[in-house]
C-alpha cells in the first residue's frame, strides 16, 4: 500500500520590499513521502518569492507535466512556472514553451554548481528564465517545519528572512541567470 502525503497548514505573512508586496497567505501543502521537510520549506520560500492572489502549489513531485509551483491566468494560461531542483533541459525548454516566466530554484549547493556548469551555456538562449540557488546563510529550515504553521517572510533585495515561534533562517539569493535583467 502507497504511503499518503502529510498535509500541513501555513499561515504565511509575507512583505516582500523588492515587489512591494504585502499580504497573507493561508497555505494547505502536501508533503510527498519522498520529499524532504527543507524541500517543503523551500517550496513555501519559492511561493513567497512569487505570491500573489492566483498562485498555487500543484499535485507535486510526482506528477511530470506540472511545476511545483504556478500561477495561471482566467484563460488557464500559465503565467509563471516554479521548479526546485535541477530538471533537465528538455523539462526546462517545455516549460519555457508553456509559461510566460519560468524561474528553477535550485537549493542543494553542492549540486547547483556542477549542474549550472553542465547546463548553463544551453539555458542562456532562454530569454524568460530565471535561475537562482537558495543558499542558507544561518539556520535550518527542517527546524520550522510543522504540520500548523504560522510564518513571516521578509524579503529584499537578494535576502529572505524567513521565521515563526520555534526560530528563525536566513536564505540568500544567487542569481546564476535573471530574465529580469534582460527586460527593458
Given at each position: 500500500?502507497?504511503?499518503?502525503?502529510?498535509?500541513?497548514?501555513?499561515?504565511?505573512?509575507?512583505?516582500?520590499?523588492n515587489?512591494?508586496?504585502?499580504?497573507t497567505?493561508?497555505?494547505?501543502?502536501?508533503?510527498?513521502?519522498?520529499?524532504?521537510?527543507?524541500?517543503?520549506?523551500?517550496?513555501?520560500?519559492?511561493?513567497?518569492?512569487?505570491?500573489?492572489?492566483?498562485?498555487?502549489?500543484?499535485?507535486?513531485?510526482?506528477?511530470?507535466?506540472?511545476?511545483?509551483?504556478?500561477?495561471?491566468?482566467?484563460?488557464?494560461?500559465?503565467?509563471?512556472?516554479?521548479?526546485?531542483?535541477?530538471?533537465?533541459?528538455?523539462?526546462?525548454?517545455?516549460?519555457?514553451?508553456?509559461?510566460?516566466?519560468?524561474?528553477?530554484?535550485?537549493?542543494?549547493?553542492?549540486?547547483?554548481?556542477?549542474?549550472?556548469?553542465?547546463?548553463?551555456?544551453?539555458?542562456?538562449?532562454?530569454?524568460?528564465?530565471?535561475?537562482?540557488?537558495?543558499?542558507?546563510?544561518?539556520?535550518?529550515?527542517?527546524?520550522?517545519?510543522?504540520?500548523?504553521?504560522?510564518?513571516?517572510?521578509?524579503?529584499?533585495?537578494?535576502?529572505v528572512?524567513?521565521?515563526?515561534?520555534?526560530?528563525?533562517?536566513?536564505?540568500?539569493?544567487?542569481?546564476?541567470?535573471?530574465?529580469?535583467?534582460?527586460?527593458?
Amino acid at each position: 500500500m502507497a504511503t499518503k502525503a502529510t498535509v500541513l497548514k501555513a499561515e504565511l505573512q509575507i512583505s516582500d520590499m523588492n515587489r512591494h508586496y504585502y499580504g497573507t497567505h493561508s497555505l494547505t501543502v502536501a508533503q510527498h513521502p519522498s520529499e524532504t521537510e527543507e524541500r517543503l520549506m523551500i517550496r513555501i520560500v519559492a511561493f513567497a518569492l512569487h505570491a500573489s492572489e492566483r498562485l498555487a502549489f500543484t499535485r507535486g513531485i510526482s506528477t511530470e507535466d506540472e511545476p511545483d509551483i504556478w500561477d495561471k491566468d482566467l484563460t488557464d494560461h500559465i503565467t509563471v512556472w516554479i521548479d526546485l531542483g535541477q530538471p533537465e533541459e528538455k523539462r526546462i525548454r517545455k516549460a519555457c514553451g508553456r509559461a510566460d516566466e519560468v524561474t528553477i530554484y535550485t537549493y542543494q549547493p553542492r549540486n547547483a554548481g556542477p549542474w549550472w556548469e553542465k547546463l548553463g551555456p544551453s539555458l542562456q538562449r532562454f530569454e524568460r528564465l530565471s535561475v537562482a540557488a537558495i543558499d542558507t546563510v544561518a539556520g535550518s529550515l527542517a527546524d520550522l517545519c510543522d504540520r500548523n504553521m504560522a510564518l513571516q517572510c521578509n524579503i529584499q533585495d537578494d535576502a529572505v528572512y524567513l521565521s515563526s515561534e520555534t526560530g528563525e533562517v536566513e536564505l540568500a539569493l544567487r542569481f546564476f541567470k535573471d530574465a529580469r535583467s534582460n527586460a527593458s
